[in-house]
């Protein structure tokens, strides 16, 4: 798949979230500024690549990329300010913690909150097209499961090693004969 390395800005940052649909865990965000030569033959959406993909795509951009940051809103963030606005923290979070500072940020997605000194376009489907925010949805994506298969060690009954806190047929029924944890969305319709 043919990616496009830059819209304009040599330092700019693809910004995308990961678990926004969930109904447990944080919802990860990540921002990823690419070099103009960073190619990789895998990258593409992380929702059209293999889990075995992803964590090869995840080693090449963590090892060529200008800068990395992955993020988080917590599930008490998001019933407190709701999924949108969590999403938005989190990506505002992985954007401070980069090491160099970006001079455009392009979104995936129709909204974003702007970040203070820092232009940003929105993209829908942007992860389809722009190699930095693809690249930024792979890194959310991989460290959000892993995250989840974390705490499916600790909570094994939901099965979260498999379904990432996604609202499976299998989740939802053990959300009924176990009743919510506390890294559910309280707010969200659980069953």
């Known amino acids: 798949m043919l990616l496009i390395s830059h819209t304009h800005e040599p330092l700019e940052a693809g910004l995308d979230e990961a678990g926004r649909g969930c109904l447990a865990g944080p919802v990860f965000a990540a921002a990823v500024i690419l070099p103009p030569s960073f190619t990789s033959a895998f990258l593409n959406d992380s929702k059209q690549m ?8 995840r080693t090449e951009i963590c090892a ?11 599930p008490a963030e998001i019933a407190s300010i ?12 992985a954007v401070a913690a980069l090491t160099v500072v970006p001079t455009h940020l392009i979104v995936d997605g129709n909204r974003f909150q702007p970040y203070s000194g820092i232009e940003h376009t929105c993209f829908v489907a942007g992860d389809a097209h722009y190699a930095s925010i693809a690249a930024a949805s792979v890194l959310a994506k991989t460290f959000r499961d892993e995250r989840m298969r974390t705490l499916a060690a600790e909570f094994p009954d939901y099965g979260w090693e498999q379904n990432a806190g996604y609202p499976t047929k299998s989740h939802r029924a053990a959300i009924r004969a176990y009743g919510p944890t506390e890294h559910h969305r309280l707010g969200f319709r659980l069953l």
């Open 50 to 57: 293999t889990a075995r993909r992803r964590e090869l795509v």
């Open 64 to 74: 060529g990329a200008v800068a990395w940051a992955v993020a988080e809103a917590s």
């Open 82 to 93: 709701n999924i949108a606005q969590a999403s938005c923290l989190a990506m505002h979070r």
